[in-house]
């Protein structure tokens, strides 16, 4: 158990919907990760956040959008959603250097 | 472009052999990180090189990071079965670049 929770562990929606995907840190942890990894794919880093703030940005559609809120926890918002963003959402803390992921948020989408 | 290439994809060892997966990247990195990831599973921390030449050990697992802090690599010795799973490397370059991922599959 890293210490990072994720919620819901699984989802199944339609084409063009939207979703919110949340992430709580492990305690004490400043800096929260997203990362989007398809089906016997690698880990697609699509944002940081650092304290609240916007931190490094990678491969993010502007169909998704994230926040960290003051109390750390962190949600990831994507609509309009296609086939193709069925995946593992995984997101991951850390104080410093090492990263902790959480289980993970599969999503369906039909 | 991806920063940060990792080969092989695949790896399939009878246990007991050796395995070692490659991560190379066309900048300098910061750092390197390694990560396994077990089938169903989040990936997992394994280790942080951050020097020139570094070498660490953790039982049968030996990483380095090359001179020019540009690639790295993991070796596993003598392989069994639990080390079953994807092995990933994130470079620092402002931000992290994961690998693509080796694949180790291990035959009893």
């Known amino acids: 158990d890293s210490g990072v929770t994720q919620t819901p562990k699984h989802l199944i929606t339609a084409t063009g919907q939207r979703v919110t995907l949340r992430c709580s840190p492990r305690s004490g942890d400043l800096s929260v990760y997203w990362y989007q990894q398809s089906l016997d794919q690698g880990l697609q880093f699509l944002i940081q956040y650092y304290n609240g703030e916007e931190r490094a940005k990678g491969n993010i559609l502007e169909r998704f959008s994230a926040q960290q809120f003051p109390d750390l926890h962190s949600e990831l918002n994507l609509s309009s959603l296609e086939l193709g963003d069925s995946a593992l959402y995984f997101c991951a803390s850390s104080a410093e250097e090492t990263q902790y992921f959480g289980p993970g948020t599969r999503l369906l989408v039909l | ?108």
């Open chain 2, 1 to 108: 472009g991806q920063q940060v290439m990792q080969i092989p994809q695949y790896q399939h060892v009878q246990e007991g052999e050796d395995f070692t997966t490659y991560c190379n990247s066309s900048t300098t990195l910061s750092n390197i990180q390694w990560y396994k990831q077990r089938p169903g599973g989040h990936p997992v921390f394994l280790i942080q090189l951050v020097k020139s030449g570094e070498v660490k050990k953790q039982k049968r697992l030996t990483f380095q990071f090359g001179e020019a802090k540009k690639n790295s690599s993991l070796h596993i010795t003598a392989t069994q079965t639990t080390d079953v799973g994807t092995y990933f490397c994130a470079g620092s370059i402002n931000k992290f670049y994961f690998g693509s991922g080796t694949k180790l599959n291990v035959k009893p």
